[in-house]
């Protein structure tokens, strides 16, 4: 059965359990279908229907959670879209996503009105605002209006569409990724299994909504009718307390979120007892920090190595110590190959590029066969990473091929450099690139976040007197106060490299 059953069965059979936590307010699972059954209504009244895209351009809030649960429900197809998209950007994505409604926030009416006369496909009296209000925006359905009638769910199936989530633009234009019910379906059950999340289970969510990593524990509580935790944003000490506060067992963290907490000393086993997983995803998170964070909690470590397309591995907290600096194997009913430029398997321990398949693959991008024919060969998905095997299975990541440095005609692997570069006691991070170079093409340039001040160039003598091969060795080093990230939290090395070319 499709994911328009869930909201429903929670609401009947544990009514009084907990659904959602937000700003300290509970919402029971008969409640919230309460709320959300309202929503339905009102947006259908307004001539929604199944397939409909609605873009959400929000911060985190209690209103993107009930859009999921009716989109679920219902059948409205949703666009969550980041809240840092401007002028053309912002355009173009909602153009492309073929949305006819737009539900936004008040600190958003400046930036959307300049370009809601080029929507052309979202009707004026479908621009809903959920704080407050603003000339030409509707205000976003009273959830709190019992519908006249009850509110029944769509007749969906595995193939219809759930979400379009666009790319984070890390390597140039976002593509549109469709994910269909059938795919929130295996998020559901197979995170659910993979992370030992259980019906008793509380998760906690303190990075952006609009990031896909959300949904490693949403689907699993919209499956298994636990506890979702909802931070405005990510604060460190404020999660802590969130956790402290509501016996969280589940949380899923971005490698700059793990290095915030690691400063904290609340960070650990002693003042954190009900905490099952700590899951980081969307970037390497560096060995160094791993063993800290194991170290300060044992067996709660998981890391999850995967592509929004639909590619996936898992560390599990199992996996024997020496596994360490790997991302893990593929999670049951996912298959995982590494191959040459020809598309042929490479030997064991050689780099080649990942590809891989399983039940969360996507059926396209968005209207757009040609990339789609790119990214996806005879069912592969070709995720554009470079990486090896062990004779075991596991999954080491090298790099991504567009970071790859090539210096003098030799491959030099960002990712290499900066596990070295992070073991200094003073650098807190780094981000790796490749800049210009008149002799050999290209050369490393390493930008650090420090913990106490340092000269550059120091560092930068120490980490070449270590690198193993003299094409490692960084031209220059310096320090910034923080990267530049996206709303998911990765580090934008292209816009380091782009603020180095300038300066």
């Known amino acids: 059965m499709p994911l328009n059953t869930l909201l429903d069965r929670h609401a009947t059979y544990r009514p009084d359990h907990p659904a959602l936590v937000f700003k300290g307010q509970a919402i029971t699972w008969a409640d919230l279908r309460c709320r959300v059954d309202s929503l339905i209504f009102q947006l259908r009244l307004e001539g929604l229907g199944v397939g409909d895209k609605v873009v959400l351009l929000l911060d985190n809030c209690l209103e993107v959670l009930e859009l999921y649960h009716a989109a679920a429900k219902a059948g409205f197809v949703v666009v969550p879209l980041s809240p840092m998209l401007r002028g053309g950007g912002l355009t173009t994505l909602i153009h492309d996503s073929d949305a006819v409604a737009v539900v936004t926030m008040q600190r958003m009416v400046e930036h959307v009105d300049p370009v809601r006369s080029d929507l052309v496909n979202v009707p004026e009296d479908r621009f809903f605002l959920v704080d407050g209000e603003a000339d030409g925006y509707c205000s976003y359905p009273d959830t709190s209006v019992e519908p006249p009638e009850p509110v029944g769910a769509a007749d969906l199936t595995d193939d219809d569409l759930f979400n379009i989530i666009y790319s984070s633009g890390t390597t140039g234009l976002p593509k549109g990724i469709v994910h269909t019910h059938g795919i929130r379906e295996a998020y559901a059950t197979g995170h659910a299994a993979g992370c030992r999340i259980h019906p008793e289970s509380v998760a906690v969510h303190s990075g952006s909504l609009v990031f896909n990593g959300a949904f490693l524990t949403l689907m699993p509580s919209m499956y298994l009718g636990c506890t979702f935790v909802l931070m405005e944003a990510f604060d460190p000490s404020g999660l802590i307390d969130v956790m402290i506060a509501n016996n969280?067992?589940?949380?899923?963290?971005?490698?700059?979120?793990?290095?915030?907490?690691?400063?904290?000393?609340?960070?650990?086993?002693?003042?954190?007892?009900?905490?099952?997983?700590?899951?980081?995803?969307?970037?390497?998170?560096?060995?160094?920090?791993?063993?800290?964070?194991?170290?300060?909690?044992?067996?709660?470590?998981?890391?999850?190595?995967?592509?929004?397309?639909?590619?996936?591995?898992?560390?599990?907290?199992?996996?024997?110590?020496?596994?360490?600096?790997?991302?893990?194997?593929?999670?049951?009913?996912?298959?995982?190959?590494?191959?040459?430029?020809?598309?042929?398997?490479?030997?064991?321990?050689?780099?080649?590029?990942?590809?891989?398949?399983?039940?969360?693959?996507?059926?396209?991008?968005?209207?757009?066969?040609?990339?789609?024919?790119?990214?996806?060969?005879?069912?592969?998905?070709?995720?554009?990473?470079?990486?090896?095997?062990?004779?075991?299975?596991?999954?080491?990541?090298?790099?991504?091929?567009?970071?790859?440095?090539?210096?003098?005609?030799?491959?030099?692997?960002?990712?290499?450099?900066?596990?070295?570069?992070?073991?200094?006691?003073?650098?807190?991070?780094?981000?790796?690139?490749?800049?210009?170079?008149?002799?050999?093409?290209?050369?490393?340039?390493?930008?650090?976040?420090?913990?106490?001040?340092?000269?550059?160039?120091?560092?930068?003598?120490?980490?070449?007197?270590?690198?193993?091969?003299?094409?490692?060795?960084?031209?220059?080093?310096?320090?910034?106060?923080?990267?530049?990230?996206?709303?998911?939290g990765k580090t934008l090395r292209r816009v380091l490299r782009e603020e180095y070319m300038e300066a």
């Open 248 to 488: 969280v067992t589940h949380v899923v963290l971005v490698p700059s979120q793990i290095i915030q907490l690691l400063a904290d000393p609340r960070f650990d086993d002693a003042h954190l007892p009900t905490l099952e997983m700590v899951l980081t995803v969307g970037a390497p998170l560096h060995l160094e920090h791993k063993e800290e964070l194991v170290r300060r909690l044992p067996n709660r470590f998981y890391e999850l190595y995967g592509l929004t397309e639909g590619l996936c591995t898992v560390l599990d907290r199992d996996a024997p110590h020496s596994k360490l600096g790997s991302v893990g194997v593929p999670p049951p009913l996912y298959e995982l190959r590494i191959v040459d430029d020809d598309g042929n398997d490479v030997p064991v321990g050689e780099v080649g590029e990942i590809v891989g398949r399983g039940p969360v693959l996507m059926p396209s991008y968005y209207k757009r066969p040609d990339l789609t024919a790119e990214a996806i060969r005879d069912g592969w998905l070709y995720s554009g990473d470079l990486g090896r095997l062990d004779d075991d299975g596991y999954l080491y990541l090298v790099d991504r091929k567009k970071d790859m440095i090539i210096s003098g005609g030799v491959n030099v692997y960002p990712r290499d450099i900066e596990e070295l570069v992070v073991t200094h006691p003073l650098v807190r991070d780094v981000a790796v690139f490749g800049a210009p170079h008149p002799q050999w093409g290209e050369q490393p340039i390493a930008a650090v976040v420090l913990d106490d001040p340092i000269d550059p160039e120091e560092i930068r003598s120490w980490v070449n007197e270590r690198v193993e091969a003299r094409y490692q060795k960084v031209g220059v080093v310096y320090a910034v106060e923080s990267f530049p990230v996206n709303v998911a």
